[in-house]
């Protein structure tokens, strides 16, 4: 992703769907494993079941992930940052830059795996003021925080 400060959209990097494929597969084989365990104490519970139930939820999860990435947008446009986000629900959120009181950038370990981190912008207001920007790539993070501050 190149990041374009002329009030264009950008969307996320591609390779956030890497991260949270990774965190889906850790789910759904702690979900196997729990139902092995459940199923070695509990008869009732076939070996269909145990296979069936984490594959179906990987299969959504990965279709909702998909969707996910694709409804980030991040817009820097004259006056505020413009976030617009969600599946099931859309969200857009404005922000002032006036209100920007400072702006972090985080990577967890496996985003820096893939050379990922996020932008975690903190506004004056509520105590629930934060906004979390994930998957943009390193140094777009850094040149978004840099023209932010």
Excluded: C
């Excluded at 985003?111 to 004056?124: H, Q």
């Amino acid at each position: 992703m190149q990041l374009r400060f002329d009030g264009t959209m950008v969307g996320l990097n591609r390779r956030i769907v890497f991260v949270w494929t990774v965190y889906l597969l850790v789910i759904s084989a702690i979900m196997y494993g729990s139902l092995r365990v459940l199923q070695s104490s509990v008869t009732s519970i076939s070996a269909t079941v145990t296979i069936v139930v984490p594959g179906v939820s990987f299969v959504i999860g990965l279709a909702y992930l998909m969707l996910q990435y694709r409804s980030w947008d991040v817009m820097m446009q004259d006056e505020e940052l413009r976030l617009q986000r969600g599946v099931l629900r859309t969200k857009q959120t404005f922000i002032p830059y006036k209100q920007i009181q400072h702006i972090d950038v985080e990577a967890r370990p496996l985003e820096r795996v893939f050379g990922l981190s996020r932008l975690v912008v903190y506004t004056a207001g509520t105590p629930r003021s934060d906004l979390v920007v994930p998957g943009l790539d390193s140094s777009d993070a850094l040149v978004l925080q840099e023209k932010l501050s």
